[in-house]
C-alpha cells in the first residue's frame, strides 16, 4: 500500500471514529493533579476534545463585574476568553495536544491524529443559541460542543469528590457540582455523559479506550 493510500485510509479511519469530548473543570487545570488527567487523554488512540474551564481566569471575571457593574453578555465573553487562555495552557503542557475553535478545526486536528482542545471564544461571539449569563459555563458547553460534533459522549472531570453509580443531573446541579443550565442541556443534546473526581485518572483512560463503561454515568 502506498504513503498516499496509507494516509487516506487513516483519515477516513479518524473521520468514522467516534469523538469523546472531556471537560477539565477549572479547578483541575489550576492544580497539582491536572498532569495525571492529561496522560490518561495522551495515551489513547480515539479522537478526543478537550474543553478546559476558565479557573482562576473566569473567577477573576466574577470578581471584576461585581466591582465595576458589567452586564452578563460581557463578563460570559471574558470567561470565554479564560478558557481560551486555559486551552493554550493546556495545549503547551503535552507535544500532542493542539488548540483549535471551530468544528472544522477540530476535527482538522484528530485527522492529524492529535488531541483537540477547544478555544471557544471566537467560535461561540454573538450566537443566539449559547446563553450568555453566569448560568451556563464551561460544562454545559462542553455538552452543547458534544452535541454539535455528534460526539459518543461527554466525560466531565471534577475536582470534588464524586459518588460512584448512577448521577442525577439535577442532584448534581443542586449540589454545586454542574452548572446551573445543565440539566437542560443533558436532556436538549440527549449526550451520553459520566462525571469523573478526583483518583478516577485510569477509569478516565479505560473509558476513553472503549475498554471499560463509564463509572458514573448522568441522567437526566
Do not use: Y
Not at 495536544?97 to 472544522?104: I, Y
Not at 466531565?156 to 443550565?181: Q, T, W
Not at 437542560?184 to 478516577?200: K, N
Amino acid at each position: 500500500m502506498s504513503a498516499a493510500v496509507q494516509a487516506s485510509a487513516s483519515q477516513k479511519h479518524l473521520s468514522d471514529a467516534t469523538v469523546t469530548v472531556v471537560k477539565l473543570g477549572g479547578s483541575i487545570v489550576r492544580s497539582g493533579s491536572l498532569p495525571g488527567w492529561l496522560d490518561a487523554i495522551a495515551h489513547v488512540h480515539p479522537p478526543v476534545v478537550v474543553v478546559p474551564g476558565g479557573g482562576a481566569l473566569a473567577d477573576e471575571v466574577r470578581q471584576c463585574q461585581r466591582q465595576l457593574g458589567f452586564g452578563d453578555a460581557i463578563a460570559h465573553r471574558m470567561a470565554l476568553l479564560a478558557m481560551d487562555q486555559l486551552a493554550w495552557a493546556i495545549a503547551g503542557l503535552r507535544p500532542g495536544f493542539e488548540v483549535g475553535t471551530t468544528l472544522q478545526d477540530l476535527r482538522a486536528i484528530h485527522r492529524r491524529e492529535r488531541v483537540a482542545v477547544w478555544a471557544p471564544s471566537a467560535f461561540l461571539a454573538g450566537r443566539a443559541d449559547v446563553e450568555a449569563t453566569w448560568r451556563l459555563t464551561s460544562d454545559s458547553l462542553a455538552l452543547w460542543l458534544a452535541g454539535k460534533l455528534g460526539a459518543q459522549a461527554c466525560c466531565v472531570v471534577k475536582s470534588a469528590p464524586i459518588a460512584h453509580g448512577a448521577l442525577s443531573a439535577d442532584v448534581l446541579c443542586r449540589e454545586g457540582i454542574v452548572d446551573e443550565a445543565f440539566p437542560s442541556m443533558l436532556a436538549e443534546t440527549r449526550i451520553a455523559c459520566s462525571v469523573f473526581g478526583p483518583g478516577d485518572e485510569k477509569g478516565l483512560s479505560a473509558f476513553l479506550a472503549r475498554e471499560a463503561a463509564a463509572p458514573n454515568p448522568v441522567t437526566g
